[in-house]
């Protein structure tokens, strides 16, 4: 048997016998052709894909300090949940401190002998050029989300080593600012994302700049009059 391109279909309404033996002709064709379309099918694997489904990251409100940090939830795939970070607003900074993106959490599929092979989230701080970070992997399905749900899927892996914990407060001005991210997954079926460049997960903060606190001048100013004051008094 020999799998060939199907012939035109012959023109319609002919009744002679020789039309006939090429309509017979044509049906055996046509059962041929699908039957090797049936055979490709089943010596091939499943159609190559992959994807993500889910997405999470924590930020520390005070880098190194003493501060637990807080996790977000990007796209959440099930029923236990996290705040969201698109809409969240992650509070005031002082000009010049330090607050970083500290975890992240990627969810990946495959199938199909395809394969995932890294994942970054990016950011960026008031629609600046994006940076990115890459999310090591950590775990093969069975495995809990940092929501606390579980994944049990063959190919379901997890991504949540962040390779360095960026301080986004790096250059940020006093004012009110927007924090964006979204997740990249490359594979062997091309890039997969969360949010995207275009269409990424915000959140917003603001920066203050420290005044000294009129009491606490009065003090220092009351604080250097006294050692003035011991000082002239040392020397008579
Ligand atoms: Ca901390």
């Known amino acids: 048997m020999t799998c060939k391109p199907a012939r035109l279909a012959s023109r319609a309404g002919t009744t002679t016998p020789e039309a006939d033996e090429t309509r017979n002709e044509e049906t055996d064709m046509n059962k041929t052709l699908g039957l090797c379309a049936l055979l490709l099918a089943a010596a091939l694997p499943a159609a190559a894909a992959t994807g993500v489904f889910g997405s999470y990251l924590a930020i520390d409100p005070d880098g190194d300090g003493a501060a ?16 969201s970070f698109n809409g969240a607003s992650l509070g005031s900074f002082q000009l010049g401190a330090t607050a ?15 394969d995932v092979t890294g994942g970054v989230l990016n950011w960026r701080v008031d629609g600046g050029a994006y940076q990115s970070v890459a ?8 495995f809990q989300d940092r929501a606390g749900n579980s994944f049990g899927n063959a190919g379901d892996q997890r991504w949540a080593s962040l390779t360095s914990a960026p301080n986004f407060l790096s250059g940020v ?9 979204y997740f990249t997954a490359f594979t062997s079926a091309g890039q997969q994302l969360s949010g995207s460049a275009a269409n990424p997960f915000t959140a917003t903060f603001s920066v ?13 100013l009351a604080g250097m009059g006294v050692i003035a004051w011991m000082r002239r008094s040392r020397r008579t």
């Open 135 to 142: 999310i090591n992997f950590t775990s093969n399905a069975t």
């Open 173 to 181: 001005a006093a004012g009110t600012h927007t924090l964006d991210v």
């Open 208 to 220: 203050v700049s420290p005044v000294p606190e009129p009491s606490s001048l009065g003090l220092l």
């Open 68 to 83: 637990t940090p807080i996790w977000f939830g990007g796209l959440q795939p099930g029923s236990s949940l996290l705040t």
């Open 100 to 114: 970083t993106l500290s975890g992240a959490e990627l969810l990946t599929w495959k199938n199909g002998g395809s």
